[in-house]
């Protein structure tokens, strides 16, 4: 996500440390999220305004195949999430669905479209993205500078002090990364230590804001016009921009088919040889988010509740959200099972 002015960071590493020292039971009675839903906590610092609305485009798909079922022209839903607070990470399991925002926001769904408040662990830091392993190991990146790891149905705190708001969160392997507005790359390793990985702009607030990987010896992270790609040696090469415009999301299918968005409707593709190329996405809208179920079946998401679909071969075509919001991530379990969040609790649904 966009970098957040300093009026908006936590108060003192003082009460940041202990509260990372604190374990949070997901249980009723944890504090709901609060703060003021006017503002997005500078998501869109940046952002030019305007941009292409989604609310028509491309009709309902159909007959499209997940995991040997057949769903039946599915379509994007709203679904209430009970709060107004802006949301921007998303990690969905067939039978778990976390998402977090600003003000400390969490929510959480077994999949039937009702979204419970979770765990509060700091109302001044925002969650920025979600990442997991299974339904009972999933770790968010966290603007107090930390990370939240649940482990068997309890979040707790764990890393060192970053120095800086963590943005995009992934792992492979027991290992896992989480890019820093500062430039460095945190990373985990499989004994659970973590350290702040160097980068060639480490220091220059460069505001990395997505991370992906292929796997442990495969890993990317792009930001304010900046690309990077560690073979997981804890060095950072930069690779060739295609583009000016500030990448927001990225995601692949595989180590040959990799996908980055960002402001101005940007969507750049490699096959992992170092080159990115640009893809005509036919929209001026800023992209905040890509995922998909396949490399036949990628979606982005971004401003004016922008949804895009491509079936990997270049082409993206927009299709009817239901929604104006500010969309900033999207994940999901299969071509039948997918979600979108946004600004002011917006939540989708695409199910078939």
């Known amino acids: 996500?966009?970098?957040k002015p300093a009026s908006m960071k936590t108060a003192s590493h003082a009460v940041l440390a202990a509260l990372l020292t604190a374990a949070l039971p997901l249980a009723s009675g944890c504090a709901n999220g609060t703060g003021d839903s006017s503002s997005d906590n500078g998501r869109d610092a940046g952002k030019a305004n305007g941009?292409?609305?989604a609310s028509a485009g491309e009709a309902a798909q159909s007959g499209i195949?997940?995991?040997?079922?057949?769903?039946?022209?599915?379509?994007?839903?709203?679904?209430?999430?009970?709060t107004t607070i802006n949301l921007s990470g998303i990690f969905a399991t067939p039978t778990d669905v976390y998402v977090g925002g600003d003000a400390g926001t969490m929510l959480h769904s077994m999949g039937d479209g009702t979204w419970t408040l979770g765990p509060n662990p700091n109302p001044l830091a925002g969650i920025d993205q979600i990442w997991g392993v299974s339904n009972q190991d999933v770790y968010a990146s966290w603007g107090a500078g930390g990370v939240l790891h649940?482990?068997?149905?309890?979040?707790?705190?764990?890393?060192?002090?970053?120095?800086?708001?963590?943005?995009?969160?992934?792992?492979s392997g027991g290992e896992v990364y989480s890019p820093t507005v500062a430039g460095f790359v945190a990373h985990r390793a499989t004994d659970g230590t973590w350290?702040?990985?160097?980068?060639?702009?480490?220091?220059?607030?460069?505001?990395?804001?997505?991370?992906?990987?292929?796997?442990?010896?495969?890993?990317y992270v792009c930001g304010n016009g900046s690309i990077l790609h560690s073979i997981g040696d804890g060095a950072w090469v930069a690779q060739t921009s295609p583009s000016s415009d500030s990448f927001r999301g990225m995601w692949g299918s595989a180590k040959d088919d990799i996908y980055i968005v960002g402001d101005n409707g940007s969507i750049q593709h490699t096959t992992g040889d170092g080159t990115w190329v640009a893809q005509t996405s036919n929209t001026t809208s800023n992209l905040m988010g890509v995922w998909g179920s396949a490399r036949d079946d990628v979606y982005a998401v971004g401003e004016n509740g922008t949804v895009l679909h491509s079936t990997g071969a270049g082409d993206w075509v927009a299709q009817p959200s239901g929604t104006s919001a500010f969309l900033y991530a999207i994940s999901g379990t299969g071509a039948c099972n997918v979600y979108a969040v946004g600004r002011g609790g917006a939540i989708l649904h695409l199910k078939g």
């Open 1 to 3: 996500m966009a970098y």
């Open 51 to 53: 941009g292409s609305d």
């Open 65 to 82: 195949t997940d995991g040997g079922k057949t769903c039946n022209a599915p379509s994007w839903s709203v679904e209430t999430s009970s």
């Open 150 to 171: 649940l482990v068997n149905g309890t979040w707790m705190t764990e890393g060192a002090d970053f120095l800086s708001e963590l943005r995009g969160i992934w792992g």
């Open 195 to 219: 350290k702040n990985e160097p980068t060639p702009l480490s220091g220059s607030r460069s505001q990395y804001e997505a991370i992906w990987g292929s796997g442990s010896d495969d890993i």
